[in-house]
């Protein structure tokens, strides 16, 4: 199946299906989002936190990026795939965003790239986006905006600031962005934004009535208890089973019961005329 373009997610919100966004980070999770049918895969700056266990996505690189980029490309058959700009690649000047795009693409395997910010950011929207580079904006809370924010909270919540949020999306699409993410905006703002954009709007905390939704692969699987925004939903909660798992074989290799006969080798036989296989072989070793 021929991985979705631009032109698939527009013609989805022309269709008005709903598009499924996730973030992933490696090659194995692409591989199970991919395979569950979400539209587009999300390399997210979130990699920060998620993975790399920091307080925030500031200290991610464009290296980063990159690296997480090309492992989660290889896991991805049908999905889009998305990997963020991190802090600092791109607000110095629109020739660094487009330097930064350029990069995550060409070894970052990426099909488009996204950026926070509005007015400020769209010379470098222009720019990527004329050198052939589709574009992902993103408004309301902007992570790497968090020290100017003072915090992770609900934007845009007044009515200057929610006309504001408005003229950036709609300057947004003008400068040729195709698709822009709402993070934590009140619902009927988000639905407003939707209305009047051409491009779809893809929601975290910004309501039902955005064009599609993006959660954190770690979040929608309940991976981590100590973390759950009110925006989050877990569809699973793989905490528990996963320690548990992984005690159990703790358990198994201390007290003895693994590994078994069954998962061991002996020493080669010698050939017999007519044998076929040789115990032994395996598929994939690290
Ligand atoms: O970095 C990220 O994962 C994101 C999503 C939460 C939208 O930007």
Known sequence: M?????????????????????????ATMARLVDTAGVDMVLVGDSVGMVIQGHEDTLSVTLDDMIYHGRCVARGLT??????????MTYQVSAAQALESAGRLVKEGRAQSVKLEGGARSVAAVQLIVD???????????????????????????????????MTDALALQEAGAFCLVLEMVPAPLAAEVTAALSIPTIGIGAGPRCDGQVLVCNDLLGLDSRFKPRFVRRFAELESPVIDAIRGYVDAVQDGSFPTREHSFGPRKAKQPGAVAQSGTITRLY
Request: proline share 6%; glycine share 8%.
């Open 78 to 87: 049908q999905a889009h795939l998305t990997v963020d700009l991190p802090f």
């Open 2 to 26: 021929p991985r979705k373009t631009v032109l698939d997610l527009q013609e989805l919100k022309a269709s008005r299906q709903k598009i499924t966004m996730v973030t992933a980070y490696d």
């Open 131 to 165: 050198a052939g580079i589709p574009v992902v904006g993103h408004l309301g809370l902007t992570p790497q905006s968090v020290n100017a924010m003072g915090g992770y909270r609900v934007q845009a919540r007044e009515d200057a600031a929610a006309e504001a949020l």
